[in-house]
């Protein structure tokens, strides 16, 4: 086993679950059971919760360093972190994970619904309901954009192009 | 015997206090409405419907109070099969579309609070899972936690709804039900934490209590009590009588009320009625229980540990295999 997959193994016991997430498609539902189980297990420790942070964010720099192409790792790793950050009440930094999220994997429809709720807990009211009145052309422009990373300025811009498209 | 199915619980008009705010939106939220408008909670959320939306909120301003707005619900007009993520909708489901001032159908969802600022900050954690282009989201879980405390919630029923409103693995007034101790000669609930009538005009919370007797839940209650009190006595005294009836409980939103007396034989227990009434979820209709006909020809059920008798007289009527979440509670 190598470094990275040993401290992904390390992290998983330190949660109690996976960090492989199903990836989701317009068809599926998001389902809010990690955001549950996450809660569930740092609800009042704040230490620990600090602790799986830092270990995410070592795995993540690792896996980033390694190029080893599985970007769905990346993004799932990404999504993880920025969950973690939503708890402890960090919204503009999860808020940041869940567009690196996005940007490692286009066809995840989970890093969109983790976005706009950080967005709408960050105080954005009117960029959450335009996320969420238009999701699904959202998602389908940021899936064909020839893009890689998703910015602030880019998600703002597919939002506008969303809401233009009948 | 003819049914004795009635409407036991009816709206309350209120005298003096908040009489604009049942003249604009009925009293469905009204205690809540007093106890934020009296000081005694931070905040509450309501729905108004669109077109009185202005009303309600100059309404609000006479009290003291700003309305924040967020989405506007509007009735379904289909069932939910086909609603993707409607198989987790376990309350009223709407379809969801932006608010505007210029639109006069469907129900408004407002967060009402003495500062503007406070509305905001549970406008935040308050989403409200609308169906929205045919899907239907729900927000993350810890914001359940933070809109609890936005709403003035004992920390200890934001604790244990942490833990236990997962209706995949738990029915949460059953949980409530096993943390509420039994005390000899007393009926097992306080009225103060009766949360099953908090949409039907009648509690003086709107949380799920953490325990039947939860002491915390009881200091609140009381205060909204004294508070309803010195402006509203009449509610005060409604609300008393319609909490300490005896309930048949299925889930939180699923239950039968009776205008009767319940008391306990070793493990069983019997309600004996006059009245009953049967309020169901109708977001989940999958729940509904399919024999309140017999409970309203009867006068008398006796719950078992597996079954429920339905009784007339000295007749029986009906037997039904008791799941074992179901249960039944009285208050004092």
């Given at each position: 086993m190598n470094q990275i997959e040993s401290q992904i193994n390390e992290l998983e016991n330190y949660l109690g679950f996976s960090t492989n997430r199903l990836e989701i498609n317009l068809e599926s539902k998001w389902n809010e059971i990690f955001s549950y189980d996450l809660l569930q297990r740092f609800y009042n420790k704040d230490d620990e919760l600090k602790t799986a942070i830092n270990k995410a964010i070592n795995i993540l720099t690792m896996l980033i360093k390694s190029n080893n192409g599985n970007n769905k790792q990346i993004s799932d790793h990404f999504s993880l972190l920025g969950n973690m950050y939503y708890i402890m009440g960090d919204f503009n930094k999860s808020i940041g994970c869940f567009m690196k999220s996005l940007s490692y994997?286009?066809?995840?429809?989970t890093g969109w619904v983790e976005l706009m709720f950080s967005i709408r807990a960050y105080g954005d009211f009117r960029i959450f309901e335009d996320i969420i009145f238009n999701l699904e052309k959202a998602y389908r422009l940021w899936k064909n954009d020839t893009g890689h990373e998703l910015t602030k300025e880019k998600m703002l811009s597919l939002i506008d192009r969303a809401k233009r498209i009948s | 015997m003819a049914l004795l199915v009635s409407n036991i619980l009816n709206p309350y008009i209120p005298k003096k206090f908040g009489r604009e705010y049942y003249d604009v939106n009925g009293s469905l939220q009204y205690p809540m409405f007093a106890a934020v408008a009296l000081g005694v909670k931070p905040l509450f959320d309501d729905w108004v419907s669109a077109d009185k939306y202005q009303e309600y909120a100059d309404m609000c301003s006479k009290y003291g109070l700003e309305v924040v707005p967020d989405i506007i619900f509007i009735a379904p007009?289909?069932?939910?099969?086909?609603?993707?993520?409607?198989?987790?909708?376990?309350?009223?489901y709407a379809k969801g579309i932006k608010f505007g001032k210029n639109i006069d159908n469907g129900n408004v969802h407002v967060f009402v609070s003495k500062t503007r600022s406070m509305a905001l900050e549970a406008k935040k954690f308050g989403w409200y899972p609308a169906v929205i282009n045919n899907r239907a989201t729900n927000k993350p879980y810890i914001d359940h936690i933070r809109f609890g405390r936005c709403l003035g919630f004992p920390n200890c029923c934001i604790d244990f709804f942490r833990k236990y409103n997962n209706w995949h693995l738990y029915s949460n007034p059953y949980e409530t039900l096993k943390n509420t101790p039994a005390i000899n000669?007393?009926?097992?609930?306080s009225y103060y934490c009766n949360n099953f009538l908090m949409d039907h005009t009648y509690s003086l919370i709107h949380h799920l209590p953490c325990?039947?007797?939860c002491q915390e839940t009881i200091m609140f209650a009381k205060k909204v009590e004294e508070k309803i009190m010195d402006v509203e006595p009449d509610f005060v005294e409604k609300a008393a009588e319609a909490l300490k009836k005896p309930l048949l409980v299925f889930s939180e939103r699923n239950f039968i009320l009776f205008d009767g007396f319940m008391a306990k034989h070793d493990d069983n227990f019997s309600i004996d009625y006059k009245r009953c009434q049967y309020f169901q979820n109708t977001a989940r209709p999958e729940d509904a229980i399919d024999f309140f006909d017999y409970v309203g020809e009867g006068n008398n059920i006796i719950i078992s540990k597996g079954k429920i008798m339905i009784r007339d007289d000295n007749s029986a009527l009906k037997t039904i295999e008791k799941k074992p979440e179901w249960f039944a509670i009285n208050f004092d």
């Open positions: 994997n286009k066809n995840d429809l | 007009k289909d069932g939910k099969k086909g609603i993707i993520g409607g198989e987790n909708i376990t309350t009223t000669r007393k009926a097992r609930g325990s039947y007797r």
